[in-house]
Antibody, heavy 125, light 111 residues
Framework: QVQLQQSGPGLVKPSQTLSLTCAISGDSVSSNSATWNWIRQSPSRGLEWLGRTYYRSKWYNDYAVSLKSRITINPDTSKNQFSLQLNFVTPDDTAVYYC???????????????WGQGTRVTVSS | QSALTQPPSASGSPGQSVTISCTGTRSDVGGYNYVSWYQQHPGKAPKLMIFEVSKRPSGVPDRFSGSKSGNTASLTVSGLQAEDEADYYCNSYAGSNNFVVFGGGTKLTVL
Protein backbone atom coordinates (compact mmCIF):
# COMPACT_ATOMS: atom_id res chain seq x y z
CA GLN A 1 0.00 0.00 0.00
CA VAL A 2 1.43 3.34 -1.05
CA GLN A 3 1.51 6.07 1.56
CA LEU A 4 2.61 9.67 1.20
CA GLN A 5 3.48 11.52 4.40
CA GLN A 6 3.89 15.27 4.20
CA SER A 7 5.89 17.48 6.53
CA GLY A 8 6.73 21.14 6.72
CA PRO A 9 5.74 24.40 8.39
CA GLY A 10 2.21 25.70 8.35
CA LEU A 11 3.16 29.36 8.50
CA VAL A 12 5.49 31.21 6.15
CA LYS A 13 6.24 34.93 6.06
CA PRO A 14 5.72 36.94 2.87
CA SER A 15 8.72 37.01 0.53
CA GLN A 16 10.20 33.92 2.17
CA THR A 17 10.40 30.33 0.88
CA LEU A 18 7.77 27.68 1.41
CA SER A 19 9.35 24.25 1.85
CA LEU A 20 7.48 20.96 2.11
CA THR A 21 8.56 17.33 1.97
CA CYS A 22 6.65 14.22 0.93
CA ALA A 23 7.98 10.90 2.20
CA ILE A 24 7.03 7.85 0.13
CA SER A 25 6.38 4.35 1.42
CA GLY A 26 5.26 1.42 -0.70
CA ASP A 27 6.83 2.81 -3.88
CA SER A 28 10.07 4.43 -4.99
CA VAL A 29 10.70 8.02 -5.97
CA SER A 30 12.93 6.49 -8.69
CA SER A 31 10.11 4.37 -10.12
CA ASN A 32 10.04 4.25 -13.90
CA SER A 33 6.25 4.27 -13.97
CA ALA A 34 5.33 6.98 -11.47
CA THR A 35 5.38 10.75 -11.34
CA TRP A 36 5.53 12.71 -8.10
CA ASN A 37 3.39 15.80 -8.04
CA TRP A 38 2.53 18.80 -5.91
CA ILE A 39 -1.00 20.18 -6.00
CA ARG A 40 -2.57 22.92 -3.93
CA GLN A 41 -6.13 23.85 -3.07
CA SER A 42 -7.55 27.17 -1.99
CA PRO A 43 -11.01 28.75 -1.99
CA SER A 44 -9.89 31.34 -4.55
CA ARG A 45 -7.98 29.08 -6.95
CA GLY A 46 -9.58 25.68 -6.38
CA LEU A 47 -7.27 22.76 -7.16
CA GLU A 48 -4.08 23.80 -8.92
CA TRP A 49 -1.33 21.51 -10.20
CA LEU A 50 2.07 22.95 -9.34
CA GLY A 51 4.56 20.56 -10.85
CA ARG A 52 6.16 17.15 -10.81
CA THR A 53 9.38 15.20 -10.79
CA TYR A 54 9.93 11.77 -12.27
CA TYR A 55 12.65 9.36 -13.30
CA ARG A 56 12.95 7.80 -16.74
CA SER A 57 16.63 6.84 -16.94
CA LYS A 58 17.28 10.40 -15.81
CA TRP A 59 15.40 12.96 -13.74
CA TYR A 60 12.80 15.26 -15.24
CA ASN A 61 10.78 18.16 -13.85
CA ASP A 62 7.72 19.93 -15.18
CA TYR A 63 6.20 23.03 -13.63
CA ALA A 64 3.06 25.07 -13.98
CA VAL A 65 3.77 28.02 -16.26
CA SER A 66 2.48 30.51 -13.71
CA LEU A 67 4.99 29.35 -11.09
CA LYS A 68 7.99 28.43 -13.20
CA SER A 69 10.17 31.28 -11.92
CA ARG A 70 9.52 30.48 -8.25
CA ILE A 71 9.18 26.71 -7.91
CA THR A 72 11.59 23.82 -7.48
CA ILE A 73 10.67 20.17 -6.97
CA ASN A 74 13.52 17.83 -6.06
CA PRO A 75 13.75 14.09 -5.47
CA ASP A 76 15.77 12.68 -2.59
CA THR A 77 16.60 9.09 -3.38
CA SER A 78 18.48 8.50 -0.13
CA LYS A 79 15.29 9.20 1.87
CA ASN A 80 12.77 8.11 -0.79
CA GLN A 81 11.00 11.44 -0.76
CA PHE A 82 10.55 14.57 -2.80
CA SER A 83 10.27 18.19 -1.88
CA LEU A 84 8.62 21.43 -2.91
CA GLN A 85 10.22 24.85 -2.64
CA LEU A 86 8.22 27.93 -3.56
CA ASN A 87 10.14 31.19 -3.37
CA PHE A 88 8.98 34.73 -2.71
CA VAL A 89 5.60 33.70 -1.38
CA THR A 90 2.69 36.11 -1.00
CA PRO A 91 -0.64 35.75 0.82
CA ASP A 92 -2.03 34.49 -2.51
CA ASP A 93 0.03 31.32 -1.98
CA THR A 94 -2.00 30.46 1.12
CA ALA A 95 -3.53 27.04 0.47
CA VAL A 96 -3.63 23.40 1.43
CA TYR A 97 -0.71 21.73 -0.31
CA TYR A 98 -0.84 18.08 -1.35
CA CYS A 99 1.70 15.69 -2.78
CA UNK A 100 0.30 13.04 -5.08
CA UNK A 101 1.41 10.15 -7.27
CA UNK A 102 0.71 9.83 -10.97
CA UNK A 103 0.69 6.14 -11.81
CA UNK A 104 1.60 5.91 -15.46
CA UNK A 105 1.84 2.15 -15.34
CA UNK A 106 -1.56 1.18 -13.92
CA UNK A 107 -3.89 4.15 -14.04
CA UNK A 108 -2.72 7.36 -15.68
CA UNK A 109 0.11 9.84 -15.38
CA UNK A 110 -2.63 12.45 -15.03
CA UNK A 111 -4.93 10.58 -12.67
CA UNK A 112 -3.44 10.98 -9.21
CA UNK A 113 -4.09 7.78 -7.32
CA UNK A 114 -2.38 8.40 -3.98
CA TRP A 115 -2.31 11.68 -2.07
CA GLY A 116 -0.63 12.97 1.02
CA GLN A 117 -2.68 14.12 3.96
CA GLY A 118 -2.37 17.79 2.99
CA THR A 119 -0.54 20.63 4.71
CA ARG A 120 -2.35 23.87 5.35
CA VAL A 121 0.14 26.66 4.67
CA THR A 122 -0.63 30.25 5.59
CA VAL A 123 1.46 33.09 4.26
CA SER A 124 1.34 35.89 6.78
CA SER A 125 3.65 38.13 8.72
CA GLN B 1 -11.15 30.90 -11.99
CA SER B 2 -10.73 27.24 -12.87
CA ALA B 3 -9.92 26.18 -16.40
CA LEU B 4 -12.64 23.52 -16.55
CA THR B 5 -16.26 24.41 -15.84
CA GLN B 6 -18.37 22.35 -13.48
CA PRO B 7 -21.80 23.12 -12.01
CA PRO B 8 -21.38 24.29 -8.40
CA SER B 9 -23.97 21.87 -7.10
CA ALA B 10 -25.91 18.73 -7.91
CA SER B 11 -28.33 16.63 -5.93
CA GLY B 12 -30.36 13.47 -5.96
CA SER B 13 -32.27 11.14 -3.69
CA PRO B 14 -30.92 7.79 -2.52
CA GLY B 15 -31.10 5.25 -5.31
CA GLN B 16 -31.30 7.86 -8.05
CA SER B 17 -28.66 8.73 -10.62
CA VAL B 18 -26.86 12.05 -10.94
CA THR B 19 -24.60 13.29 -13.72
CA ILE B 20 -21.96 15.99 -13.25
CA SER B 21 -20.48 17.75 -16.25
CA CYS B 22 -17.00 19.10 -16.84
CA THR B 23 -16.58 21.42 -19.79
CA GLY B 24 -13.27 22.45 -21.28
CA THR B 25 -11.90 23.12 -24.72
CA ARG B 26 -10.28 21.17 -27.50
CA SER B 27 -6.95 22.03 -25.87
CA ASP B 28 -7.76 19.90 -22.85
CA VAL B 29 -10.90 17.77 -22.44
CA GLY B 30 -11.65 17.62 -26.14
CA GLY B 31 -8.10 16.96 -27.21
CA TYR B 32 -7.10 14.06 -24.98
CA ASN B 33 -8.65 11.03 -23.31
CA TYR B 34 -7.00 11.93 -20.03
CA VAL B 35 -9.92 13.13 -17.96
CA SER B 36 -10.01 12.06 -14.32
CA TRP B 37 -12.58 12.51 -11.58
CA TYR B 38 -12.02 12.84 -7.84
CA GLN B 39 -14.23 12.61 -4.79
CA GLN B 40 -13.35 14.77 -1.80
CA HIS B 41 -14.97 14.60 1.61
CA PRO B 42 -14.53 17.54 3.99
CA GLY B 43 -11.06 17.76 5.44
CA LYS B 44 -9.79 14.87 3.34
CA ALA B 45 -7.57 14.55 0.31
CA PRO B 46 -9.19 13.92 -3.06
CA LYS B 47 -9.73 10.29 -4.07
CA LEU B 48 -9.37 9.12 -7.65
CA MET B 49 -12.67 7.72 -8.92
CA ILE B 50 -12.24 7.70 -12.71
CA PHE B 51 -9.20 7.99 -14.96
CA GLU B 52 -8.78 8.16 -18.74
CA VAL B 53 -12.41 9.29 -19.14
CA SER B 54 -14.16 6.07 -18.15
CA LYS B 55 -11.82 3.69 -16.32
CA ARG B 56 -12.25 2.88 -12.66
CA PRO B 57 -9.34 2.22 -10.31
CA SER B 58 -9.50 -0.97 -8.32
CA GLY B 59 -11.90 -0.64 -5.42
CA VAL B 60 -14.13 2.07 -6.87
CA PRO B 61 -17.75 0.87 -7.10
CA ASP B 62 -19.18 0.39 -10.57
CA ARG B 63 -21.91 2.87 -9.60
CA PHE B 64 -19.40 5.47 -10.74
CA SER B 65 -18.98 5.85 -14.47
CA GLY B 66 -17.44 8.39 -16.81
CA SER B 67 -17.88 9.46 -20.39
CA LYS B 68 -16.92 12.23 -22.79
CA SER B 69 -18.48 13.96 -25.75
CA GLY B 70 -16.54 16.67 -27.52
CA ASN B 71 -15.23 19.16 -24.97
CA THR B 72 -17.45 17.93 -22.14
CA ALA B 73 -16.77 15.03 -19.82
CA SER B 74 -19.35 13.61 -17.44
CA LEU B 75 -19.38 11.65 -14.23
CA THR B 76 -22.49 9.62 -13.45
CA VAL B 77 -23.20 8.28 -10.00
CA SER B 78 -25.92 5.63 -10.07
CA GLY B 79 -27.79 4.23 -7.11
CA LEU B 80 -26.92 7.21 -4.96
CA GLN B 81 -25.91 6.44 -1.41
CA ALA B 82 -25.49 8.75 1.56
CA GLU B 83 -21.72 8.32 1.52
CA ASP B 84 -21.57 9.68 -2.03
CA GLU B 85 -22.27 13.15 -0.65
CA ALA B 86 -19.00 14.99 -1.30
CA ASP B 87 -17.29 17.44 -3.62
CA TYR B 88 -16.34 16.12 -7.05
CA TYR B 89 -13.57 17.50 -9.23
CA CYS B 90 -12.50 16.77 -12.76
CA ASN B 91 -9.11 17.27 -14.28
CA SER B 92 -7.65 16.90 -17.73
CA TYR B 93 -4.29 16.75 -19.37
CA ALA B 94 -3.85 20.01 -21.30
CA GLY B 95 -0.71 19.49 -23.37
CA SER B 96 2.96 19.93 -22.73
CA ASN B 97 2.68 23.62 -21.81
CA ASN B 98 -0.15 23.68 -19.29
CA PHE B 99 0.02 19.98 -18.36
CA VAL B 100 -2.97 19.65 -16.00
CA VAL B 101 -6.11 21.70 -15.45
CA PHE B 102 -8.83 21.18 -12.87
CA GLY B 103 -12.50 21.98 -12.64
CA GLY B 104 -13.89 24.19 -9.90
CA GLY B 105 -15.72 21.34 -8.21
CA THR B 106 -19.33 20.24 -7.76
CA LYS B 107 -20.92 19.73 -4.38
CA LEU B 108 -23.10 16.61 -4.56
CA THR B 109 -25.90 16.47 -2.03
CA VAL B 110 -27.82 13.29 -1.34
CA LEU B 111 -31.28 14.42 -0.32
Amino acid sequence: QVQLQQSGPGLVKPSQTLSLTCAISGDSVSSNSATWNWIRQSPSRGLEWLGRTYYRSKWYNDYAVSLKSRITINPDTSKNQFSLQLNFVTPDDTAVYYCARGNCGTTSCWGFDYWGQGTRVTVSS
Amino acid sequence: QSALTQPPSASGSPGQSVTISCTGTRSDVGGYNYVSWYQQHPGKAPKLMIFEVSKRPSGVPDRFSGSKSGNTASLTVSGLQAEDEADYYCNSYAGSNNFVVFGGGTKLTVL
